[in-house]
């Protein structure tokens, strides 16, 4: 049984090798189409990503820039008392009202900030998908 | 990176093309494929029964399959294992489909039409692919890996997923039947 082994395993080494035949192309090609699709699919994911980042950004800007005013113009208010109660009670009216407009002015610029961050997340996002 | 350093393929080294290929180099995949498409068409025409149009079908299957896993090969000098349990797994992935191997594990699988086509070899001279079709599927499988590939029995395991009895037991049955099947040609 043995000597027959070898036999077939030196029939399996002597075995005819096909040709080439144009089979390589054929699988480059294969592969070029499956690289196309491949592109096609990230660029789709890419856009589809950036589109979600920014609907979620505009669709919570809103409400957020809102709260957050509100948050901010309170603490300012807040902190202006505070400023007046330790200094001359006459300056204290003055202290709110430049506390208060200072910070309802950060509270609009959040507008810039809420685009500027929902696009940097956004890059980020493509950036990523484009890595992987 | 190594994609662009490689400006006369054909004379890359084989780790060197599988390198470039990871970096998804079209061209460096080519060559490889080049070098390699006679190995596993002549594997899997052997374990499709000498149908060569499946095989090369099954054949560009596994390519395109080892092109997109190229990134999960760890070492270039694994790339043959690699490639050849992807080519393998297509092969059976493809007759699974087809419901035809794993069927006939506990049957006897007698030879397929032992005595309809005798053998015109007058010599010794073995025609093993057709002395092959005359094994079941799975018998084929185990028999191609154990003798044609150099395979222990662990390694057919690792590579096919069946159990280590019923590999050793087609290998052996296999084996058997080819035996006598070259004899009565000879």
């Known amino acids: 049984m043995s000597e027959f082994n070898a036999l077939l395993t030196r029939a399996f080494a002597e075995a005819e090798i096909p040709a080439d035949g144009g089979f390589s192309l054929s699988v480059g090609r294969g592969v070029a189409r499956r690289e196309n699709a491949r592109r096609l699919r990230g660029a789709v994911q890419t856009f589809g990503l950036g589109l979600a980042v920014v609907t979620i950004a505009l669709a919570a800007f809103n409400p957020a820039s809102l709260l957050i005013q509100e948050w901010l113009g309170s603490a300012g208010i807040g902190a202006a008392r505070a400023y007046g109660s330790i200094n001359a009670g006459g300056l204290a009216a003055d202290a709110e009202g430049v506390g208060v407009s200072a910070l309802n002015s950060l509270g609009l610029g959040l507008t810039q900030i809420l685009l500027i961050a929902g696009a940097l997340v956004g890059g980020a996002v493509a950036y990523r998908a484009a890595q992987d | 990176m190594a994609a662009r350093g490689l400006l006369n393929l054909a004379q890359a080294s084989e780790a060197a093309l599988i390198l470039a290929a990871q970096a998804r180099d079209q061209a460096a995949f080519g060559e490889l494929v080049k070098r390699r498409q006679g190995w596993t068409r002549a594997l899997l025409r052997r374990m499709c029964a000498g149908n060569h149009a499946e095989a090369d079908d099954l054949a560009q299957e596994a390519f395109v399959r080892a092109w997109d896993k190229l990134k999960d090969l760890e070492t270039p000098a694994a790339f043959s294992g690699w490639f050849r349990r992807i080519a393998v797994t297509t092969f059976l992935m493809a007759k699974r489909k087809q419901r035809a191997i794993f069927e006939e594990i506990d049957d006897s699988s ?25 094994l079941s599927e799975a018998e084929r499988l185990c028999v191609t890996l154990n003798h044609g590939e150099g395979l222990s029995h662990s390694e057919i395991v690792d590579v096919t997923g069946l159990p280590l009895g019923t590999v050793k037991s087609h290998v052996n049955r296999g084996t058997e039947k080819l035996r006598r099947i070259l004899e009565a040609a000879a």
């Open chain 2, 110 to 134: 007698p030879l397929a039409d032992e005595n309809s086509t005798p053998e015109s070899a007058a010599g010794a001279k073995i025609d093993l692919e057709r002395a092959l079709t005359r």
